[in-house]
């Protein structure tokens, strides 16, 4: 795993992260195209599993990016932790704000055509730069 990062002044800013080299490498050059200058770490193992844990998987992260553009509010992450469930550890996403159906992140996920939402508990806000959540 691989941290991205961009020079802002005379700082490093975290702004994502890539599985592979090659994705690290896509990501860089995105940076570099548009003037910036991006700098590559690969991570440790342990660093990389922590960053695993708390990282959006990319196809959801894309689609809220691209919903972000259209629909205002902050994207929240909720985790199903029902040990007795085959989905465990499973992720769903909720978009919240002024103009949306919650103004708040309730406790849990809500109910919907895909099933109870009382297994998934709020974990936190997602930051769509750099593909993590972030804790509440």
Known sequence: MYKIE???GDKLVTVGYAQSASEADERREEIEFDGGKAVIT???YEAAD????KL???EPLEQMRARSKTQPGEWHSYQN???SSEACGDRRYLVVGPQCSFKEPPKT????QFGFGYRYFHEGKVDLKSGLVLPK
């Open 56 to 58: 959006v998987e990319r």
């Open 42 to 44: 690969e991570l440790d």
């Open 109 to 112: 996920y809500p109910d919907t």
């Open 81 to 83: 932790v029902d040990l």
């Open 6 to 8: 961009q020079k802002q």
């Open 50 to 53: 922590e960053v695993r844990r």
